[in-house]
């Protein structure tokens, strides 16, 4: 049947002027937004290299084990030459800048403006502020070097899917993808193999594509030895990335 013989309304077909004029000038303004977005990040992180993207739940509180291993991570980091790149909220964001920020290297925060959250953390030598969930997630795959995923929710699994599907489909640079918390991802990776990876709804080497550590020294050792292993000097072409 096609096309014909339906209504497929078209922005340009608007009769209402007023409507038409309304609508336009709301979706343009939009798209400004997201494009000064994208620009901001680009002229802020664009230079901040070798970097690391750390993501987690924003319930985990001080104290909590993941709180203080997050800190103790972005501190080795850190001080190994590593900008820390987090979502700047509270929880495993604000552990991933507070150890940051006592390191050698920069402290970033990619806050997002939610009406009932979130409140930017204090550890924060630069902070940028998005309205839009996916210009932010550009801004946490486009300059990371590595990618550190601690405990979360929804918000951190969809962060790991993301990256997860950049780098399966050749969108995205290979990178280290490290998850951390043995007894937090065993659940899952066991669901990846049995479901995905047996039903060959992944290929059984897309497994390869990140490794569970728990020691915050392995995890450091871990993204040293992934460059060292491929005799990659992190410049300017290799952290490009491609899906931009």
């Avoid at 013989?5 to 336009?24: C, D, F, H, M, Y």
């Avoid at 990619?110 to 930017?120: D, M, S, V």
Wanted: a negative charge.
């Amino acid at each position: 049947m096609g096309l014909q013989g339906k209504n497929v309304p078209r922005l340009r077909q608007i009769s209402n002027i007023e409507r038409a004029t309304s609508t336009k000038a709301r979706e343009s303004w939009q798209i400004f937004t997201i494009m000064a977005e994208f620009i901001e990040s680009t002229e802020r992180l664009a230079e901040l290299r070798p970097a690391v993207s750390i993501f987690g739940s924003a319930r985990i509180k001080p104290g909590d084990h993941y709180y203080e291993l997050t800190v103790d991570v972005a501190r080795r980091l850190s001080d190994e030459g590593f900008a820390v790149i987090s979502g700047g909220g509270p929880g495993i964001m604000e552990a991933a800048n507070k150890g940051a920020y006592e390191g050698k290297s920069p402290s970033v925060g990619l806050n997002i403006e939610l009406p009932r959250e979130q409140q930017g953390n204090k550890w924060q030598n630069i902070s940028l502020s998005f309205r839009h969930f996916f210009a932010r997630k550009v801004a946490f795959v486009k300059y990371a070097d590595a990618y550190v995923v601690m405990p979360g929710g929804f918000g951190t699994l969809d962060e790991l899917m993301e990256v997860l599907t950049l780098i399966q489909t050749g969108k995205s640079r290979r990178i280290p993808v490290i998850l951390v918390g043995t007894v937090f991802w065993r659940g899952l990776i066991d669901w990846f193999k049995s479901r995905l990876a047996d039903s060959r709804l992944i290929e059984p080497d897309d497994l390869d594509l990140f490794q569970l550590i728990d020691e915050p020294a392995h995890i450091v050792d871990a993204i040293f030895a992934f460059y060292e292993a491929r005799d990659i000097i992190l410049s300017e072409a290799d952290t490009s990335g491609t899906f931009l």
